[in-house]
């Protein structure tokens, strides 16, 4: 099993080496322009040469993100705890949530900077906003599928509704609230970097921006390989700490080996 699994890892290994070799030969056998789509190595050699010059942004940017996605996390299990729990507050607070999310995110930051001006705050509010419904939709359902037999035979047994809810709900919550963060913190990169295009003069969005109207378009891939580098850590770690706190929720973690 150990060896399949190798061997699943060594050839995903190659695929993703195969892309970005089939994406230098076509530009090389095409004549691409740099100004339309640059190679992977000239985007590597921009990466590594600006490195110093960029890491005070992915810094910046990787903090935001971080305040903005904790603070929806937060949000997001309260609101998703109390419309779990509560049929009215279910059908009030439901609609307005996902009212608010169809509304686009790049027509909420110039709201955000008249409130707070630019800078920091409007890419916290933005990635706050949306990220944490994710949340709210798994949390809500998780403590929705709790088995109304179940909840009968415990309050038989004289648990109260927080009893229930703290011991029950929220353990069954951990599969869905796991997912909803793999899903949440990807989200809260494309809010913070939209509010940094727009609204800030720190972050990879603010540098993606200034290099795109200076027509340096290898410096907007290097910006877009962080993102994407940062994004997949950010995704192994919390896949990782799922694997710990909920795998008693897998039935089976190799379905490619089937």
């Known amino acids: 099993m150990n060896d399949l699994r190798l061997k699943q890892k060594v050839w995903a290994g190659l695929l993703i080496v195969g892309f970005f070799v089939a994406?230098?030969?076509?530009?090389?056998?095409?004549?691409?322009?740099?100004?339309?789509?640059?190679?992977?190595?000239?985007?590597?050699?921009?990466?590594?040469?600006?490195?110093?010059?960029?890491?005070?942004?992915?810094?910046?940017?990787?903090?935001?993100?971080?305040?903005?996605?904790?603070?929806?996390?937060?949000l997001g299990v309260l609101l998703g705890a109390v419309i779990g729990v509560s049929r009215v507050a279910y059908d009030t607070a439901y609609p307005l949530l996902i009212g608010f999310s169809s509304i686009p995110k790049v027509a909420v930051v110039p709201i955000f900077v008249l409130w707070f001006g630019s800078g920091t705050v409007p890419a916290v509010l933005t990635s706050l906003s949306i990220c944490f419904f994710p949340i709210v939709v798994n949390i809500a359902t998780g403590l929705a599928t709790t088995e109304p037999e179940m909840e009968d035979v415990l309050k038989a047994l004289g648990a109260s509704k927080l009893?229930?809810?703290?011991?029950?709900?929220?353990?069954?919550?951990?599969?869905?609230?796991?997912?909803?963060?793999?899903?949440?913190?990807?989200?809260?990169?494309?809010?913070?970097?939209?509010?940094?295009?727009?609204?800030?003069?720190?972050?990879?969005?603010?540098?993606?921006?200034?290099?795109?109207?200076?027509?340096?378009?290898?410096?907007?891939?290097?910006?877009?390989?962080?993102l994407a580098a940062l994004g997949v850590a950010l995704y192994v770690a919390f896949s990782l700490i799922e694997s710990r706190v909920t795998g008693w929720a897998t039935r089976k973690n190799d379905f490619a080996a089937a």
């Open 163 to 226: 009893d229930i809810l703290w011991n029950v709900g929220l353990p069954r919550t951990m599969p869905f609230f796991f997912a909803s963060l793999k899903v949440a913190i990807t989200y809260a990169f494309v809010g913070t970097v939209l509010a940094e295009t727009v609204a800030s003069n720190r972050g990879i969005g603010n540098v993606m921006m200034s290099a795109s109207s200076n027509f340096d378009v290898p410096l907007v891939f290097a910006g877009l390989f962080i």
């Open 23 to 74: 994406w230098e030969v076509f530009c090389l056998v095409s004549g691409m322009s740099d100004l339309i789509l640059p190679r992977p190595t000239q985007v590597f050699d921009t990466l590594i040469a600006r490195l110093p010059i960029l890491w005070p942004h992915i810094v910046q940017t990787v903090m935001t993100t971080m305040v903005g996605f904790v603070l929806g996390v937060a």
